[in-house]
Structure formats: C-alpha cells, structure tokens
C-alpha cells in the first residue's frame, strides 16, 4: 500500500519561504511522476508543480512559477517544494500526488495516491 | 489553459437516489478526465479515470461516461458515505486543471 505523508507546512508571514515535503512508504518515488496540488479554504483543488520519474520535466502553474520549485531525492525516497515570496493567497492544504500512466504531458490515470495534505498559512 | 466547468456547484439528494454530475472541458480532451471525491481530513481519492474506468476498490454505483469536452458522472443508489465533494479534472495537458466542484448534500 502506497502511503504519501506530507510535512513541512505552518505559519509564515508574507515574504517569507517554507519547504515542504512528502515522503513515501510501502513503495519508492523513483520513476515515478510526482505532482503537488492545493486547495485554499473554500476553494477547489488546484495543480502547482509536476516533476517526471526521471527528473527531466519539470511543470509549473502560472501562479506559482518563479516562486515555487519542486525537487526529488530518490535516494530518500521523498519530493519537495521550496515555497518562496509567500502571499496570503498562498494559504492553502498542499497535497502531493502521485500520478500513474504519464507521457510528456499527459497522465490516463491522473492522480491515483495521494497524501493527507500539510497546511500552509500565511499571515502577518 | 484549458478551463473545466463543473455543474451543478451543489445538490441535494436522498440516499438511494441517483446523482449525476457534469464536466465540460474548453477544448477536447479526449478521454484524459478523471474524477476525484473529497472528505474533510482525509486524502483526496480518485474514483474513476480516463472518462469511464473505475478506480480499484471503487463501488460499482459509481459510473463515468463521455469524451471529447462532456464528461459525467453518475452515482447510483446514493449511500451515505457518498456525501462528499466531487472534483472532476483534465490530465491531456498542462497545466492539469479541476473543475470547481460539486458537493453533494443531504437532502
């Protein structure tokens, strides 16, 4: 059993930065393609950051590219997100994912396991 | 980008009863959609990919038809555990993108 545990998140104030991670038991991360997703309070779900199995393509969304970088170690078996310039928009539960059956832009299976989600708050 | 819509944004409905969904995509997708249910505290889970294909261990009442930009899903004999919000998403092209959502309610 696949098993996404996320940590990382908490209380920051605009401006600054966090680092997110996911690791992952019960199966490695290598080779797969691993993706972060958000969901904002009262809002919907919303894709950040995709990163191949082999490291080689890497996706951002327009509103976090420039900001956000995603990252593996697939020796520690786990997946990042170095979260810079934070807003208050930023405030959300980030999910990391893993997505099955990918191409170079696509995925037939779309996000099969995920995470619990780690909050992030951002707040002076 | 292509840009989902999901309606309705909420119902109400009756256990036992049938539930269904819609998701229109801006530009075909072919069959790249999938569906996906939220609870509260837990970890999203994915129901049914590639339009119609049931996740495993996913109850058949469950049901996804459609492609190119009109998608549904169909959710017979509603049981109380399906009271949830639904999140229909696009996998063909980046940037990967959700519908808004639909919650479904006890009526």
């Known amino acids: 059993q696949v098993q996404l545990v996320e940590s990382g998140g908490g209380l920051v104030k605009p401006g600054e930065s966090l680092r997110l991670s996911c690791a992952a038991s019960g199966s490695t991360l290598s080779g797969f393609h691993m993706n972060w997703i958000r969901q904002a309070p009262g809002k919907g779900l919303e894709w950040l950051s995709y990163i191949s199995g082999t490291r080689d393509y890497i996706m951002y969304a327009e509103s976090v590219r420039g900001r956000f970088t995603i990252s593996r170690d697939n020796a520690k078996n786990s997946l990042f997100l170095e979260l810079n310039s934070l807003r208050a928009e930023d405030t959300a539960v980030y999910y990391c994912?893993?997505?099955?059956?990918?191409?170079?832009?696509?995925?037939?299976?779309?996000?099969?396991?995920w995470g619990q989600g780690i909050l992030v708050t951002v707040s002076s | 980008d292509i840009q989902m819509t999901q309606s309705p944004s909420s119902l109400s409905a009756s256990i036992g009863d049938r539930v269904t969904i819609t998701c229109r995509a801006s530009q075909s997708i072919t069959s790249y959609l999938n569906w996906y249910q939220l609870k509260p505290g837990k970890a999203p889970k994915l129901l049914i990919y590639a339009s119609f294909t049931l996740q495993s261990g996913v109850p058949s009442r469950f049901s996804g038809s459609g492609s190119g930009t009109d998608f549904t899903l169909t959710i017979n004999n509603l049981q109380p555990d399906d009271f949830s919000t639904y999140y229909c998403q696009q996998s063909y092209n980046f940037p990967w993108t959700f519908g808004q959502g639909t919650k479904v309610e006890i009526k």
């Open positions: 994912a893993r997505a099955v059956g990918c191409s170079a832009t696509s995925c037939s299976k779309g996000f099969v396991y």
